[in-house]
């Protein structure tokens, strides 16, 4: 299980926003009050420059990798409640989370949260 999915488990569990982790070493990554229950986001690799994700470098790789270092949107409260609330939605109804489920969530949420 990688990240996002461990993220993504601590976010239906808590069921709420989990706002600033102002302890963490890296806070503010994107700006200050970000909300950080996404910090590993779901979308991911989106693949959508819309939100300030681009292909760049990766630093560990080398090769051309999904960066989300300019992407701010998933980290706005507003924003970061209407994914929560419509994942917590498509859990009770026992509909899977793959991937493709994940970003037509994005989608609507886009529509809903433009950026």
Not at 20 to 39: A, M, R, S
Request: with cysteine.
């Amino acid at each position: 299980m990688g990240s996002i999915d461990i993220h993504l488990e601590e976010a239906i569990k808590c069921g709420r926003l989990l706002g600033p982790k102002k302890d963490c070493i890296y806070y503010p990554c994107h700006f200050d009050g970000q909300d950080c229950t996404w910090c590993f986001c779901p979308f991911y690799p989106c693949q959508d420059d819309k939100t300030g994700g681009s292909l760049d470098i990766g630093m560990i790789s080398g090769k051309l990798v999904w960066s989300c270092e300019s992407c701010c949107w998933i980290h706005r409260p507003e924003v970061a409640l209407f994914i929560l609330n419509n994942i917590l939605k498509i859990t009770e109804r026992e509909e899977p989370l793959t991937h493709s489920r994940l970003l037509k969530l994005r989608k609507e949420t886009l529509k809903a949260r433009p950026p």
